[in-house]
């Protein structure tokens, strides 16, 4: 058997698979859910200062290769969140991670500090939900994110990250890039879903989910591409010194193998949660297992961000 492990600032995540905050981990129910299953650790739905319905339904659809989404933040809000951690304490030893959301600088403030205090294991600043009418994602304003993430680490002892948006072009990965580098953050999860995109239903002649005319977050087999290069540039740009978190088309354990050769040091799972359950996670473990040993790697960590470069083009005859 291989060794799966994650260790992130401490934080020992085996296996190294959890679910992405997102779908079915609102509830009390949902989170011991995925407590008791074989996911390595349990993350919140994001956290707003207060509760949330989210927006009108149909607001999630599943693909032939993924979902489209525009929840628009259905949470309980941050207090329950904390009040619940003791007892989410009783479902075992797992790490608990706390997705914190907001509409401005001091909600992030005051929901980083309570959540820090609460003691949840690691904190994940969503800087990238792409659903709330009127308010950008924050992770595509570099000025903005930096201001966030300063203030949120100066409420925060316990260990920090940041969930990021897509970038499609190198100079943003640069951009977000030399802000990180100006702070201590203990972890990154890339990425959130690809946001403002608009599925089509032929037949009905309608978008398919009801919210923002049907512009919604695409994820599943269709963004782990995109998800790979953002895991590979951030890897390379911070000399693989912040621990990565890789989100995005995780189905199978060889796509989590794909995502630790790009950086990754643990891997979430959205759309496959949402779809097959916490089943899920036994299966992606037995997998990446199967990979790991067929390749000979004694654990998981050996292969982060060991992809190979393809040889080199055999020069043209003269
Ligand atoms: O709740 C949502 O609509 C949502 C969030 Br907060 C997020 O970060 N990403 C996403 O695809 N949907």
Redesign the pocket.
Known sequence: MADLSATIAGVRIDPLFMNAS?PDCTTPEQLSGLLRSGAGAAVTK?MTLMPRP?NPEPRYMDLPLGSI?????PNLGYEEYCRLLPALRHEGSKPIVASV?GFSLSDYVTIARAASEAGFDLIEI?L????IAGHPQVGYDFEASDAVIAAVRSVCDRPLGLKLPPYFDPVHHEQMAAVLRRHRLEFLTLI??VGNTLVIDADSERPVIRPRDGFG?LGGEYVKPVALANVRAFHTLLEGRVPIIGVGGVYGGRDAFEFLLAGACAVQCGTAYKQQGTRVFDRLAAELNAILERKGYAAAAAAVGRLRALPAAASAPA
């Open positions: 997102g994001s989210g989404n525009s929840m628009g933040l959301a969503n990238s939900c792409p659903n959130n879903s977050g």
